[in-house]
C-alpha cells in the first residue's frame, strides 16, 4: 500500500515547542495565562485594529457563545446557511432555538442573498423574525458578503459569521470574520492554522468580547467567594494550545500561500478536462485562502463517487463537499428555502488533498489518480 496522503493535516512551523516550552517552564498550565493573551493579540494585529478576540476551547463554543451574546433564546428562529459543517447550526438547537436552512447560490457555494431574503420576509409574515443569520464562508472561499450585510442590516437582524474555514480570506480587502456583528474562528487540527482544538470568538463591539470571556469562565461574578447570577460554560482557551496558536501565527502567511498554490497546482493539471470544474474567486473582490481545493466532476463516465473510491484505493483522502443540512435525518423537520443549488452541488462536488504540506510528488499522485479515474472507466474496478 502506497503511503497516505492526507485531506489536511497539521503543519508546524519552528516556534509552537517554544510558546509550550514556556508554558511548561512557568507553569502556566492553565485556561488562561501569558500565551492565551499573546495569541489574542497576534489575531487582533491579523484581523485589523478595530477588532477585539476572544481565545476559546473551540469553533463550536464560540458559535454557541455568539448566539448567546446575540440573546437567542429557546422558541426563537435563527436562519443558517444549509451547506455547512452541522457545527454551525448545532448551537441553535443548544440554545433551544430552531434552525432556518438557506440553500447556496452557485458562484460561491455561500448562502444565497436572494433565498436570505426569501426566508426573512416569509418568517416575519408567519410572525416569527429570525433572531440572527449564521452565514459561512466554505472552504475558505467569501460569501457575498455586501449582499447579505445590507440585507441584514435592511430587517435589523444581527450576523454571525461562521469563518471556521476561513483565517486569512478576505472580501474587498478586509478580513472575513470581521464582517458580521460576531465572527468566529475554528483551530480544529484540520484548519489552515491549528492549536489541536480551539476557537477564537471576534467583535468589533468590545463589550460582546467582555461577555465572551465571561461566559466562557463559568460567569464568575467579581466576589471573593464563588458568586453567578448568570449560567456560565468552561469554554476558554488552554495556555498549552494557545503556544501552539502562536506558533502557528508566524507561519500563517505561508500557509495561505502553500495552499493557494496546491489550488493552482490542480487547476493547471486540469486545465484540459471539460469534466472538472473548480470552486473559483468570481472576481478580483474575493480572496480565498483556499483553504481546500474543492471541485466538481461531471459529464465524465466516472461520477464523484467512483472518483473518491478510486482515490481512496489508492490510499489519498478525499471528501464529497459538505451534505447540506436540511437534507440530515437530526434537521429533517426544519424549514428550508431554495432551490437544491447545494444539493447539486453535493452530489457532484469533491475536496481534493490541500495540506499545505504536501509535496509535489503527492500532488502528482493525486491528479495521476483523477486521470485514471476519469479517462478509463474501468479503472475502478481494476483499482479495488
Ligand atoms: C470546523 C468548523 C466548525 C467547528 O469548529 P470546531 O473548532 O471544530 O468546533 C464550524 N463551522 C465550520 C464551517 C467548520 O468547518
Known amino acids: 500500500m502506497k503511503p497516505k496522503i492526507w485531506l489536511s493535516s497539521p503543519h508546524m512551523g519552528d516556534k509552537e515547542l517554544c510558546y509550550v516550552k514556556d508554558a511548561f517552564s512557568s507553569n502556566w498550565i492553565a485556561p488562561l495565562g501569558p500565551n492565551v493573551d499573546g495569541f489574542e493579540q497576534d489575531l487582533q494585529l491579523f484581523l485589523g485594529e478595530d477588532v477585539h478576540v476572544a481565545a476559546l476551547s473551540s469553533g463550536t463554543a464560540a458559535l454557541h457563545l455568539a448566539l448567546i451574546i446575540l440573546g437567542v433564546k429557546a422558541g426563537d428562529e435563527v436562519i443558517c446557511q444549509s451547506m455547512t459543517f452541522s457545527a454551525s447550526a448545532n448551537p441553535i438547537v443548544y440554545q433551544g432555538a430552531t434552525p432556518v436552512f438557506v440553500d447556496s447560490?452557485?458562484?460561491?457555494?455561500?448562502?444565497?442573498?436572494?433565498?436570505?431574503?426569501?426566508?426573512?420576509?416569509?418568517?416575519?409574515?408567519?410572525?416569527?423574525?429570525?433572531?440572527?443569520?449564521?452565514?459561512?464562508?466554505?472552504?475558505?472561499?467569501p460569501a457575498q458578503m455586501d449582499k447579505i450585510m445590507s440585507i441584514a442590516r435592511k430587517y435589523e437582524i444581527p450576523v454571525v459569521e461562521d469563518a471556521a474555514e476561513a483565517l486569512g480570506s478576505e472580501f474587498k480587502g478586509q478580513s472575513l470574520g470581521?464582517?458580521?456583528?460576531?465572527?468566529?474562528?475554528?483551530?480544529?487540527?484540520?484548519?489552515?492554522?491549528?492549536?489541536?482544538?480551539?476557537?477564537?470568538?471576534?467583535?468589533?463591539?468590545?463589550?460582546?468580547?467582555?461577555?465572551?470571556?465571561?461566559?466562557?469562565?463559568?460567569?464568575?461574578d467579581p466576589a471573593p467567594h464563588y458568586q453567578h447570577s448568570q449560567i456560565g460554560y468552561n469554554y476558554r482557551m488552554s495556555n498549552i494550545c494557545a503556544?501552539?496558536?502562536?506558533?502557528?501565527?508566524?507561519?500563517?502567511?505561508?500557509?495561505?500561500?502553500?495552499?493557494?498554490?496546491?489550488?493552482?497546482?490542480?487547476?493547471?493539471?486540469?486545465?484540459?478536462?471539460?469534466?472538472?470544474?473548480?470552486?473559483?474567486?468570481?472576481?478580483?473582490?474575493?480572496?480565498?485562502?483556499?483553504?481546500l481545493t474543492a471541485i466538481t466532476i461531471e459529464g465524465a463516465s466516472a461520477t464523484r463517487e467512483?472518483?473518491?473510491?478510486?482515490?481512496?484505493?489508492?490510499?489519498?483522502?478525499?471528501?464529497?463537499?459538505?451534505?447540506?443540512?436540511?437534507?440530515?435525518?437530526?434537521?429533517?423537520?426544519t424549514p428550508y428555502y431554495g432551490n437544491d443549488c447545494s444539493e447539486r452541488l453535493f452530489e457532484k462536488g469533491l475536496c481534493l488533498p490541500s495540506g499545505s504540506n504536501l509535496t509535489e510528488d503527492e500532488l502528482n499522485r493525486v491528479v495521476a489518480q483523477i486521470y485514471q479515474a476519469i479517462e478509463v472507466p474501468n479503472a475502478i474496478g481494476a483499482l479495488i
Not at 112 to 125: H, Q
Not at 306 to 332: T, Y
Open 243 to 291: 503556544g501552539i496558536g502562536r506558533g502557528q501565527m508566524e507561519v500563517l502567511k505561508q500557509r495561505i500561500w502553500q495552499r493557494r498554490s496546491n489550488y493552482q497546482f490542480y487547476r493547471n493539471a486540469f486545465a484540459g478536462i471539460p469534466y472538472i470544474k473548480f470552486l473559483e474567486e468570481p472576481n478580483s473582490a474575493y480572496y480565498s485562502n483556499r483553504w
Open 178 to 220: 470581521t464582517f458580521g456583528d460576531i465572527g468566529i474562528f475554528s483551530f480544529n487540527g484540520n484548519k489552515i492554522i491549528t492549536t489541536s482544538g480551539g476557537g477564537a470568538l471576534v467583535s468589533a463591539n468590545e463589550e460582546y468580547i467582555k461577555k465572551a470571556r465571561f461566559l466562557s469562565t463559568q460567569a464568575q
Open 306 to 333: 467512483d472518483v473518491r473510491m478510486c482515490l481512496a484505493g489508492s490510499n489519498i483522502d478525499c471528501r464529497p463537499l459538505w451534505k447540506p443540512l436540511h437534507l440530515q435525518p437530526v434537521f429533517e423537520q
Open 105 to 141: 447560490e452557485a458562484q460561491t457555494w455561500n448562502m444565497s442573498p436572494e433565498f436570505l431574503e426569501v426566508a426573512i420576509k416569509e418568517r416575519i409574515a408567519l410572525g416569527k423574525k429570525p433572531k440572527a443569520i449564521v452565514v459561512v464562508h466554505l472552504y475558505g472561499m
